[in-house]
């Protein structure tokens, strides 16, 4: 019985040490740094089979490593974690990954668990669908099936809105965005709910484009933000001056208009979504502030 106590204790301290720990000095001590991607939120950070992470969000994170290596300089082995929504905290937490930045929203839950650098993006919740199932906005999918998303945001509008509209909605579970898509795609859902950019995303990466648009009001706007662990002031900063400095120098803007406005991989498609009005405000407000 002592023996099952003294490891569930180290194993407690274990995981307050990683959530705790100053990550520079982490990084600095074993001379590796893991960077976490998704492999399907197009066009902020997914896999297109190039062997390294593709999107806005990516690019942001490569800076941030560049920044770590200058800071602490000396070499540093940069490797890449694929992170589901359902995993990416825990692995942030624990220590397995360094720097999540993705399509993760910043809100006031999350932020009991670990910090987030400053807002660069902002999205709401709508709905993708084959052009020829008939939904048009909410009203729609009365009585029927949708699918969301396993541990994202998206799930909970859309529990609340479903409830207070009585529409007596199913909603089925995808453990990717990919995955929620494709059971649309199966007929097994009507339509897929979640962050309206990443839906026009994956429209662009889909194999017949053509077929499939977003429908539907968005519900709500919140902030995207690269999420790291919490109480760790210095790696915040850190992170922070690489996205400010993207912000105020113009470059950030060019990766917008490189990820937004131009042709994409891997199938060149534009996804020709100009800079929303709270984004641009952010490129001089600079905050940090979560959705509630």
Not at 25 to 38: E, P, V, Y
Not at 187 to 205: K, N
Not at 244 to 255: A, N, Q, T, V
Request: aromatic content about 8%; glycine content about 6%.
């Amino acid at each position: 019985m002592k023996a099952k106590i003294a490891v569930a204790v180290m194993f407690c301290l274990a995981a307050w040490n990683a959530s705790a720990e100053d990550t520079l000095k982490k990084i600095a001590d074993s001379g590796k740094m893991t960077l976490a991607f998704r492999e399907s939120s197009v066009p902020f950070s997914y896999d297109a089979g190039t062997g390294k992470p593709l999107g806005l969000a990516a690019e942001i994170s490569d800076a941030v490593a560049a920044e770590v290596k200058r800071t602490l300089g000396k070499n540093v082995e940069v490797s890449y974690q694929a992170v589901t929504s359902a995993n990416r905290i825990p692995l942030l937490v624990n220590g397995t990954i360094d720097l999540e930045c993705g399509s993760t929203t910043n809100n006031t839950t999350r932020g009991k668990e670990v910090q987030f650098a400053i807002n660069h993006f902002y999205t709401g919740t709508r709905m993708l669908t084959k052009k020829t199932s008939g939904i048009n906005n909410y009203a729609d999918i009365a009585n029927k099936t949708i699918s969301t998303t396993t541990g994202t945001t998206n799930a909970v509008v859309m529990r609340k809105y479903i409830a207070e509209k009585n529409l007596n909605a199913n909603i089925i579970f995808g453990k990717d965005h990919s995955d929620s898509m494709l059971l649309v795609d199966a007929d097994r859902a009507v339509a897929f709910a979640m962050d309206d950019v990443l839906l026009f995303g994956l429209i662009a990466t889909a194999k017949n484009p053509a077929a499939w648009h977003v429908v539907g009001d968005s519900l709500q706007v919140e902030p995207y933000a690269c999420m790291l662990r919490k109480d760790d002031p210095k790696f915040k900063a850190l992170v922070d001056k690489v996205i400010g400095g993207m912000m105020k120098s113009g470059e950030f803007e060019k990766l917008y208009n490189k990820w937004f406005m131009s042709p994409i991989p891997p199938n060149n498609i534009n996804l020709n979504l100009p800079m929303s009005p709270e984004l641009r405000q952010n490129l001089k407000d600079l905050s940090d502030k979560p959705a509630t």
